[in-house]
T-cell receptor, first 112, second 119 residues
Framework: KQEVTQIPAALSVPEGENLVLNCSFTDSAIYNLQWFRQDPGKGLTSLLLIQSSQREQTSGRLNASLDKSSGRSTLYIAASQPGDSATYLCAVVIGYGQNFVFGPGTRLSVLP | AAGVIQSPRHLIKEKRETATLKCYPIPRHDTVYWYQQGPGQDPQFLISFYEKMQSDKGSIPDRFSAQQFSDYHSELNMSSLELGDSALYFC??????????????????FGPGTRLTVT
């Protein structure tokens, strides 16, 4: 059974810092991996989608990498801003047409 | 661009009542997924449909049922509601994209969610 974990569970940093969020999954046979952002009580905002054949994706200040063989993905946020404060969820799809398996998330607070 | 629509956005019910949540996928999407996210928890997969047939089942209670209609919208029916059913319910739909680096891929698009509160 695929399990997804995220480290750290919570993170508080001053504005301007570069930071890394980690995601691990137990079964390396994934179809794709996606990072989401969720504000308290709100919906899921897709940040980056990495296909199994890809190693990284970039969007603005965000960069996500994927290492299937080691079952890991990292989300790199450059020059963090208070507006980045949210919970970041990592999720994997184990096969075409299959559902997401989510990690528990990392709760990020960026202090002004 | 059109997105996944969920209705209602908020719903308050009492214990033992029933509730129906609706999901309207992005046009041309034929697959719908339902997820439940309890307070402080990560989303958990409930059930999915492809071409109006149930395609996979997750941790959906027997008190819940769902179906996908001919226009591809889906409804999640919840009976004998319990306090523990209070959660955010997400619907997602998927689209089969063209080839990327020689392969096909798809992406699930999430709706804004329905917040169900059971009192």
């Amino acid at each position: 059974k695929q399990e997804v974990t995220q480290i750290p569970a919570a993170l508080s940093v001053p504005e301007g810092e570069n930071l890394v969020l980690n995601c691990s999954f137990t079964d390396s046979a994934i179809y794709n991996l996606q990072w989401f952002r969720q504000d308290p009580g709100k919906g899921l905002t897709s940040l980056l989608l990495i296909q199994s054949s890809q190693r990284e994706q970039t969007s603005g200040r965000l960069n996500a990498s994927l290492d299937k063989s080691s079952g890991r993905s990292t989300l790199y946020i450059a020059a963090s801003q208070p507006g980045d404060s949210a919970t970041y969820l990592c999720a994997v799809v184990i096969g075409y047409g299959q559902n997401f398996v989510f990690g528990p998330g990392t709760r990020l607070s960026v202090l002004p | 661009a059109a997105g996944v629509i969920q209705s209602p956005r908020h719903l308050i019910k009492e214990k033992r009542e029933t509730a129906t949540l609706k999901c309207y996928p992005i046009p041309r999407h034929d697959t719908v997924y339902w997820y439940q996210q309890g307070p402080g928890q990560d989303p958990q997969f409930l059930i999915s449909f492809y071409e109006k047939m149930q395609s996979d089942k997750g941790s959906i209670p027997d008190r819940f049922s769902a179906q996908q209609f001919s226009d591809y919208h889906s409804e999640l029916n919840m009976s004998s509601l319990e306090l523990g059913d209070s959660a955010l319910y997400f619907c997602a739909s998927s689209l089969e994209e063209g080839s990327v680096a020689g392969g096909t891929y798809y992406e699930q698009y999430f709706g804004p969610g329905t917040r169900l509160t059971v009192t």
